[in-house]
């Protein structure tokens, strides 16, 4: 262990909107935009593998912002969908069932335009770059003696908190917010206090170490003051 981890002294940690999980979907549509608009020549063959791939991005996005995948949840779905499937490939009805999806999306090379990329990285850009923002005007600090929630831009409030016999947990819920951000929760609970419950906290496996060499530190302190 380093004395730079040791010399710990504050942190921060922001809790995210869940929408963050739709970044993949904007470096998608980015590359994709760049990709077709400037490179035409090279990359307008793989324009429907585009196409799939941001729609494959948006529905999973959708999903993740709307049902939280936990573990066992998210296999038990996972293994129902392989079965089905592979009962109806079994059973000959797989690709009756593909036919009648092209006969109503119509010609499978259809791909989108150039202009759809750009407007939703416009839009996703916008979004998440305001979330972003609004991120660092709405946290807690945590210091070895007292913690500090801090909210507003022009208006600022501060809410202490002391550290003295702060108890803390970590959650991870959702499988995709910590395959895609690292994300998880991190529960503050303050000596005679509500419990703060931070989801989407973006590194939680990092701040989680942190926040333990932090308070371990101030731990220590206060048994050597006991002794004497």
Not at 134 to 162: L, Q, V
Request: charged share 20%; proline share 3%; hydrophobic share 50%.
């Amino acid at each position: 262990m380093t004395d730079k981890k040791l010399n710990i002294k504050s942190m921060n940690i922001r809790s995210y909107p869940k929408i963050i999980v739709l970044w993949p979907l904007l470096v998608e549509s980015i590359s994709s935009w760049i990709l077709l608009s400037f490179f035409k020549d090279v990359f307008y063959p793989l324009s429907t593998a585009f196409c799939i791939g941001w729609f494959f991005l948006f529905f999973i996005g959708l999903f993740a912002m709307a049902y939280d995948m936990q573990a066992g949840k998210t296999t038990i779905i996972v293994l129902s969908i392989s079965i089905v499937i592979l009962m109806a490939i079994m059973l000959g009805v797989f690709s009756f069932f593909l036919d009648f999806i092209a006969a109503i999306v119509g010609d499978p090379n259809t791909v989108l335009p150039t202009y759809f990329y750009f407007v939703t990285s416009v839009m996703l850009t916008f979004i998440l770059g305001f979330v972003w923002v609004g991120a660092h005007f709405d946290y807690y600090k945590i210091e070895r003696n007292e913690m500090w929630h801090k909210t507003g831009i022009i208006f600022k409030k501060s809410e202490r908190f002391p550290t003295s016999a702060l108890r803390y947990e970590k959650e991870i819920t959702d499988i995709w917010e910590k395959l895609i951000c690292g994300a998880g929760s991190i529960i503050l609970i303050p000596k005679s206090s509500r419990s703060i419950h931070l989801d989407t906290v973006v590194g939680v496996k990092s701040k989680f170490r942190k926040l333990d060499l932090l308070l371990s530190h101030l731990q220590v302190e206060t048994d050597q003051m006991d002794r004497r």
